[in-house]
């Protein structure tokens, strides 16, 4: 059967349409919970489950690490680094293709060459063909093999950072959580000295009806009331806010009501030393680890960019048919398609490419030295984490001690003056102070507190410490 030159064009024209435009495109919104695109079209899907009852620390961290965005994207970032692995490694194995073409001629063509002297063929202005193509690389100067390690470091340094984020998202939910802890013991707090203050306010009003009393008495303690009143509402708002902060982290929606329980502790283990901490921050810290990967991919990725300068050696073979279209001359008993193959090694050696590989080799080697400066960047800032945390869990501990001993005289001070101003020998003006002393003492105690255990968990975080 004759096939036109104008029904094979149409047939590949058939055939390439498909391809240029995929008929089942990739929806970037899918999977999503609940978010507005920019056409105000909303994506959906199943939202987090609601967190019930108390919320224990271990819980919250334990949703925050299930749940949250940001962790969840970084472990994305290890199925890329794996990918690109897998790709790398795929370079080693022969790549096996169907290749097809359609070829229209001025002058008529011989659809295979000739096998011998004088031997009659098919001619056609038209030869339309179809093979099997094998490629296989033989030597390619290491480049193979570099861009394999390189990938393979890549993949370690994107799992390091995954550990390093989690471990930044638990000491940012164990952060807020003992903040919020803390808050809580300030307002029970401000919420207990206001209703000293009514006590007293109604122990004022009775000494002023026995006229043992001024009038600016109650004026003064109504003051320190109002004083008190708005300072809930600004303790209560901050409280408000940190659940919402909490929320976030865990990935939950900000409209789910959270009940953070538990108590504020203080550690009974000795600190370490600051080079014991400097010492295991830099044998467990995973963004180190990572770093330093990245270094030694970085100096693998420099040896393929220098293997391009080396021939590269190639296993190729081919297997199809030609078909002539139209053919202008068809000897008796010749068909007009043929099967052709052939197999061969290929040889390309690098000669002249305008600087490419010069400029590619430079180009590796400074992101190398850059990938180096990062690394003694990094160990400077391990140094200082590590050095800020011991700080502060030393201060926090001391300050804890301190008001711990503070709450104690406030309380002995304030029984004081009241007794003294129920016998008349004080003042409202020093009750009230007394009052305000102790609730200065209980504050600080709380955040001291508060501190204390966010700079134990900042200590972990510093020096890489399972947490």
Known sequence: ???????????????????????????????????????????????????????????????????????????????????????????????????????????????????????????????????LVLAMPLFTGGRITSEIRAADLLQQAAEHRLARTRDELIF????????????????????????????????????????????????????????????????????????????NLLGLGSGQEMKPAGELEMATAAAPTDEQALKQALADRPDYMAARAALEAQAKSVDAARAAQWPTVSLQADYGGRWAADPTDKPAGLDSSDDAGQVGVAVAIPIFEGGQIEARIRQERARLRAAQDRLL?????????????????GSAAQRVEATQKAIEQAKESLRIEREKYDLGKGTTTDVLDAQSAMLDSQTNYYRALSDYDVALAQLRLATGAQQ
């Open 1 to 131: 059967m004759k096939v036109s030159a104008r029904t094979a064009w149409l047939a590949i024209l058939a055939a390439l349409v498909p391809g240029c435009v995929l008929t089942n495109p990739t929806q970037p919104y899918a999977g999503m919970p609940a978010l507005r695109t920019e056409t105000g079209a909303v994506a959906r899907s199943a939202p987090a489950e609601p967190v019930q009852g108390p919320l224990t620390l271990s819980e919250a961290i334990r949703v925050a690490l299930a749940n949250n965005p940001g962790l969840s994207a970084t472990a994305r970032d290890v199925d890329v680094a794996a990918a690109q692995r897998d790709g790398a490694a795929g370079q080693r194995l022969p790549s096996v293709n169907a290749v097809g073409g359609y070829s229209h001629y001025l002058d008529s063509q011989r659809l295979l060459p000739a096998h011998a002297n004088g031997e009659t063929g098919v001619f056609s202005r038209n030869i339309s063909s179809a093979d």
């Open 172 to 247: 940012n939910v164990s952060s807020v959580f003992y903040g919020i802890l803390a808050q809580r013991k300030v307002i029970d707090s401000l919420e207990f000295s206001h209703k000293a203050l009514q006590e007293h306010l109604k122990r004022v009003q009775d000494l002023i009806a026995a006229q043992k009393a001024a009038k600016v008495d109650e004026l003064r303690v109504q003051v320190r009331l109002a004083d008190l009143e708005q300072r809930l509402v600004s303790e209560r708002n901050v409280l408000a806010v940190q659940a919402r902060v909490l929320a």
């Open 377 to 393: 960047g990094l160990e400077l800032q391990i140094r200082l984490d590590v050095e800020a945390a011991l700080l502060n869990t």
